[in-house]
């Protein structure tokens, strides 16, 4: 999700993948502009929209938003290994409404129940994305939705639901609830492969954003930038492994299966 991160990774210009050869064994994909055809700014103005709807007796909307992306960047921030970002997120929150989780918790999630299942009603359709993913299960790859988790696990489930991708055997999807670290955090990478018991070496992020995804990279992760609806902030200068249109992609999962240098 593109938010204005002013987290800083540093990185040569003419920074090289390098080393041996490793099969690669899992996929690592980003959600929203990679699988789910979606503007990330338009949606979240229209998910803040929504959501801010429901606390207009508390305060204006503009506030309640403010407060929504302080308590966000708050996750975003985290270097606490301790906390998930769910921890985080209800530890400074709360703070900043004025009300405890016991009451605002319920409002959120009845709102994930209801106007939030509506935003997904203008997606453009996503009919190749199912057959992408189920074309990779069956080649032998594991997969996981390596969103920034930011939103708690049956929001992105309610996402997937939007390109029918929703009921797939995921090794992992991340959410707040699970991860300690969000994007464009390293850690957020080595915390998956954790959860993975995997090495970087076996394993690919396919991501439109250059910074957040392409950033798996500095953790040995091979990558690879789905450019149709590319973010590039010009703050990290990591050359992607792959470059290609989603459309393309089925071609470099191809590739990595038949030849065993790629893979």
Not at 10 to 36: C, E, P, Q, R, W
Not at 200 to 213: P, S
Not at 244 to 257: G, R
């Amino acid at each position: 999700m593109h938010l204005d991160l002013k987290i800083t990774v540093a990185v040569s210009n003419d920074y090289k993948t390098g080393g041996s050869f490793t099969m690669i064994k899992h996929l690592l994909f980003d959600l929203d502009g990679t699988l789910l055809p979606i503007d990330l700014d338009f949606f979240f103005q229209d998910y803040l929209s929504a959501l801010s709807a429901r606390f207009t007796t508390i305060m204006t909307e503009k506030e309640f938003k403010d407060k929504l992306l302080a308590s966000t960047m708050a996750m975003v921030k985290s270097e606490d290994a301790t906390l998930t970002n769910e921890e985080v997120f209800w530890r400074d929150f709360p703070s900043r409404i004025g009300h405890p989780r016991s009451f605002l918790e319920p409002i959120l999630r009845d709102f994930y129940n209801q106007e939030y299942r509506l935003l997904g009603k203008n997606i453009p359709p996503a009919d190749s994305v199912r057959p992408l993913l189920t074309e990779a299960f069956q080649q032998g790859f594991s997969i996981t939705i390596a969103t920034n988790p930011i939103f708690p696990d049956y929001a992105l489930l309610e996402r997937l639901a939007w390109i029918n991708c929703h009921d797939l055997p995921y090794r992992m999807v991340t959410a707040m609830e699970n991860m300690h670290f969000c994007k464009p955090n390293p850690n957020y990478y080595r915390e998956i492969l954790d959860h993975l018991g995997a090495k970087a070496e076996e394993c690919i992020m396919v991501g439109n954003d250059q910074e957040e995804d392409m950033v798996a990279a500095l953790v040995g992760f091979k990558t690879c930038l789905v450019t149709d609806r590319l973010i590039s902030r010009g703050k990290l200068k990591v050359k992607p492994d792959y470059t290609c249109s989603l459309a393309e992609l089925p071609q470099i999962l191809t590739d990595l299966i038949t030849n065993p240098s790629a893979r």
